[in-house]
């Protein structure tokens, strides 16, 4: 079955960095696009990085409010897909999720980051 968890989440002071992780089973990693998401209490889940799937290359897009700073990259032999965060913001503070859709969505479990002093 399909399984995405995440991982690397954490306590960060506002303008540091943090990697997140989400190792992905139960699939062929390398054929699908991989995303992820954030979402805080009482708000929608919203995207945040995306990736393409091994058929068109390792395209890549992002939310207009993490461009520059955040990096989504992916390792198909670790089945791993990573999100680089920079210059962490406050209002980066959120769960993030890693997503898939193969003929359905998967989510994972979600990892907490927060950005405070």
């Known amino acids: 079955q399909v399984q995405l968890v995440e991982s690397g989440g954490g306590l960060v002071q506002p303008g540091g960095s943090l990697t997140l992780s989400c190792a992905a089973s139960g699939f062929t990693f390398s054929d699908y696009a991989m995303n992820w998401y954030r979402q805080t209490p009482g708000k929608e889940r919203e995207f945040v990085a995306g990736?393409?799937?091994?058929?068109?290359?390792?395209?890549?897009s992002y939310a207009d409010s993490v461009k520059g700073r955040f990096t989504i990259s992916r390792d198909n032999a670790k089945s791993t897909v990573y999100l680089q965060m920079n210059n962490l913001k406050p209002d980066d503070t959120a769960v993030y999720y890693c997503k898939t859709h193969i003929l359905e969505t998967y989510w994972g479990q979600g990892t907490q980051v927060t950005v405070s002093a």
């Open positions: 990736i393409s799937g091994a058929d068109v290359g390792k395209i890549t």
